[in-house]
């Protein structure tokens, strides 16, 4: 059962940085995607940004040029890295693995903050 463990959520002034990290273990499999979703509780769970198995990145329109979707596929381990955050980043993120068996397997969330 593969299990996923994020890490690297916090409290930031607006503007400021932090770096998400995802790393995946407990079994064998090959990446179709590899993602970030973020919730809030009055917004359904969306997707930020993703990487393909074969390298292909993806950003939402609001997070483009301020986002870095990043995956270091020998040690199973997916990155963000957030800069320039705004107060509407504040949300609870999700790592998400997509298996090229189509299993689903989702992280517990950690939660970023972005004060005004």
């Known amino acids: 059962q593969v299990q996923l463990m994020e890490s690297g959520g916090g409290l930031v002034q607006a503007g400021g940085s932090l770096r998400l990290s995802c790393g995946a273990s407990g079994g064998t499999f090959r990446i179709k995607n590899f993602g970030w979703y973020r919730q809030t509780p009055r917004k359904q769970r969306e997707l930020v940004a993703g990487?393909?198995?074969?390298?292909?990145?993806y950003y939402a329109d609001s997070v483009k040029g301020r986002f870095t979707i990043a995956s270091d596929n020998a040690k199973n381990t997916l990155y963000l890295q957030m800069n320039s955050l705004k107060p509407e980043d504040t949300a609870v993120y999700y790592c998400?693995?997509?298996?090229?068996?189509?299993?689903?397997?989702w992280g517990q969330g950690t939660q970023v903050t972005v004060s005004s």
């Open positions: 998400n693995l997509l298996t090229t068996f189509y299993e689903d397997y």
């Open positions: 990487v393909s198995g074969t390298g292909s990145t």
